[in-house]
């Protein structure tokens, strides 16, 4: 397992969180972030559990959220040499779901802006009869103070996060037991 020295929020990601912490149930959106990313010993645990696999370790990802019924939002640690906030977000639903939803944090803090979460990003149907996403200014001036020259609407963000990872669900099933 790896150390939990490296399971600092990165600023734009914790100013995000903060904001997201105060819409929990005010906006219809299902996600609920963590103050901090899970230590090294609570990922595996869940990562563990989520594969059914007792061999393997979460050292790939770093979890920072999870929506209503337990799926986890977490960095998917993929891009060798390269700094965390440059490494795709990923969802794994709590029903064997999985996605990636941006391909960066800068990524990921639009889709937010544009009033989507992770599981409401990954899901393939409305999440909820009448849902529509709601954008919102005070999480759309944080991804334009950290990420202002890579704005990008919902549809485009996840349109390219599924064209550079397509393998991912398969990457994933096939640790599962």
């Known amino acids: 397992m790896t150390s939990n020295e490296d399971r600092r929020f990165p600023v734009a990601l914790g100013a ?11 906006d219809r ?4 972030p963590y103050e901090a990313f899970l ?18 370790d979460g050292d790939e990802f770093r979890v920072f959220g999870q929506d209503g019924t337990g ?14 906030i440059e490494q795709p977000i990923v969802f794994l639903g709590s029903e064997g779901e999985t996605g990636v939803i941006a391909r960066s944090l800068a990524a990921f803090l ?16 409305d999440p909820e009869p009448g849902w529509a996403p709601r954008p919102n200014r ?4 944080i991804a334009a103070q ?7 609407p919902a549809a485009a963000i996840l349109e390219q996060a599924t064209h550079e990872f397509p393998d991912f669900d398969d990457t994933v099933m096939e640790r599962c037991r």
Request: glycine fraction near 10%.
């Open 16 to 26: 995000a969180m903060a904001v997201r912490l105060e819409l929990i149930g005010e």
């Open 29 to 32: 959106v299902d996600f609920e």
């Open 39 to 56: 230590t090294a010993e609570e990922t595996t645990d869940w990562f563990r559990a989520w594969t059914g696999n007792g061999e393997l």
């Open 71 to 84: 799926g986890n939002v977490a960095f998917w640690l993929i891009r060798p040499g390269q700094p965390l």
């Open 110 to 125: 639009w889709l937010l802006a544009d009033g989507f979460g992770p599981w409401e990003a990954s899901t393939t149907h």
């Open 138 to 141: 005070e999480l759309a001036a």
């Open 146 to 152: 950290f990420a202002p020259d890579q704005r990008a």
